[in-house]
């Protein structure tokens, strides 16, 4: 008769501890401390127990994959961030696979509970999941999150100070005589848009400027139309759009109007995505690092992951700075 082949629970009752934790030893060991991963591992190797990933896998209990899961892989703001990652994550001996969630809190869900098994760890670029979903992920799954933070969420966090770049632009603004500005905000689910139009109030009431809020609006070209057209029935001068690609589609839609920017209304961005400065007029916008984002997400990914010593990074902090060009201008008389 063919002898019994070993199994996950053998593993956990020679090593000694309870079979989730003998699971997690063997595919997730930097979730376990160091002595007790190379018990199990020892264990698994005595019985001859191989874990689903490959055998080969079986003295790191690691897949060598880590996931970049994004809500939008046609916005421009994510390339950055995807090229970030992944020279840090070559260099460190990984492969990525990248997830695009189409801005849907259920696709990324799913991507969550289809790859937490076969992957090491997770990078969550701008997250649509609720802090208290996030927060039960982040206790699952090793994560790191990009512009998403939460004392309650279980994960180092790299975020771009894109708040303050909202202000930065709406000091630009006031500066130049606006009074009533609009702000044209982006997804109810984004953490980014929440904690702009707490920024943008606060500096309203000391700039001594108005400043309407719109939206939520999808981050897409294609949203642009109607943001245009909410502008100019608010009576404002200026808008602050949530991201480059929806102040591009305001563009083209107040040149269709008619409108002259920035002679009657300026229109400043966010992100400074590739073509910012080839539109006309050349956009105004935040310059926001998302290379640097990647870098640095990726580098508390791989720290989390040393097999030698495991840690968890300092949240980081990117700063943003204001660029202008030419579709901001004087507020009209």
Known sequence: MAERAP?????????????????????KPGRVSPVTADRVLAAARHLGYSVSAAGRALSSGRTGTVALV?????????????????A?????????VLVDTEESVEAEERALRSLRRS??????????????SLAQWSREILLVTINRSSPDIDAPSVTIDTPGGAVQGLEHLASLGHRRIAYAGGPRTSWSDGHRRSALAA????????VVGLGPYAPQREAGAAAADATIASGATG??????LLAFGIL?????????VPGQLSVVGCDDVFGADLVRPALTTVVAP?????HHAADLLLAALDPVNPRTGAPVELPTHLVVRDSSGPAPH
Request: proline share 2%.
């Open 7 to 27: 199994t996950l629970r053998d593993v956990a009752e020679l090593s000694g501890v309870a079979i989730s934790t003998a699971s997690r030893a063997l595919t």
């Open 70 to 86: 994004v809500p939008d892989i046609a916005n421009p703001f994510f390339f950055g961030i995807v090229r970030g990652t992944q």
């Open 88 to 96: 840090r994550l070559r260099e460190g001996g990984y492969v990525h």
């Open 119 to 132: 992957v090491d760890g997770m990078i969550l670029a701008a997250s649509r999941l609720d802090d208290e």
């Open 203 to 210: 500096a309203s009431a000391r700039l001594g400027v108005e």
């Open 239 to 244: 808008v602050l759009a949530f991201n480059d």
């Open 252 to 260: 083209e839609r107040l040149a269709s109007r008619g409108v002259d």
């Open 290 to 294: 998302m290379e640097k984002a990647g």
